[in-house]
């Protein structure tokens, strides 16, 4: 059974490019999490997705970022025109359930952006 | 604002050792409190997990110490090895409440021999 998978693991872009970072939930996992890292901190919530709803966009920028995910695919954090602020390593998380105690997030390896 | 707060930053433990990394929380709604341990180029995993109902949880060499009335929770690695350096994530969460994991700040823990 697989993990969470992220790809790509490391990612570079220049200003003003577009960024697509991918997440494959863990097998029977239809709740998927994205958090962003940045250097010396902890992790920040960014969005919690069921497949094809967005249920908690209250970490995402309002501007440039986006997430999907689709029925059927892996879920994509889309981050449009970056810039070098953007430059973080971005993990993905999975759960079985959508609540309750029991809903355990399985983190992937995750993608390490760099803006140039 | 940083609604969980972890200490130290850094900690260097001799083999065989103690480790303990405290964490103060702010919001009374927090019901789940996790700890994750991440190593460089990985992602974080869940390493053990309290509910304020208990005041400790203990697996293996990893015990979670809780304090309901100070708002404070802690990781106690004891007889520390050289394979437990990582980076120790403290969480909390509110059941319920969107299934938003809070992080502290973490804390890098390196156990020398």
């Known amino acids: 059974n697989a993990g969470v998978m992220q790809n790509p693991r490391h990612l570079v872009r220049r200003r003003g490019q577009e960024a697509r970072l991918r997440c494959s939930p863990m097998?029977?996992?239809?709740?998927v999490y994205w958090y962003r890292q940045l250097p010396e901190e902890g992790l920040k919530f960014m969005v919690y997705?069921?497949?094809?709803?967005?249920?908690?966009e209250s970490g995402m920028p309002k501007e440039r970022f986006s997430a999907e995910f689709p029925k059927e695919g892996p879920s994509i954090l889309r981050i449009q025109q970056v810039v070098r602020g953007d430059s973080a390593a971005y993990f993905c998380?999975?759960?079985?359930?959508?609540?309750?105690?029991?809903?355990?997030?399985?983190f992937g390896a995750g993608t390490r952006l760099s803006v140039l | 604002q940083q609604q969980v707060k972890q200490s130290p930053q850094s900690l260097i433990v001799q083999k065989g050792g103690i480790s303990i990394i405290n964490c103060a929380y702010e919001?009374?709604?927090?019901?789940?409190f996790p700890w994750y341990q991440q190593f460089p180029g990985k992602g974080p995993a869940l390493l053990i997990a309290i509910r304020p109902d208990v005041s400790e949880k203990k697996e293996g060499r990893f015990t979670i110490s809780f304090n309901k009335s100070a708002k404070q929770f802690s990781l106690h690695i004891m007889d520390s090895q050289p394979g437990d350096s990582a980076t120790y994530f403290c969480a909390a969460w509110v059941t319920g409440g969107g299934n938003k994991l809070t992080f502290g700040t973490g804390t890098q823990l390196k156990v020398e021999l």
């Open positions: 997705l069921q497949k094809e709803n967005i249920i908690d």
């Open positions: 097998k029977g996992h239809s709740h």
């Open positions: 998380a999975s759960s079985a359930l959508g609540q309750g105690i029991a809903n355990i997030q399985y």
């Open positions: 919001n009374t709604a927090f019901d789940y």
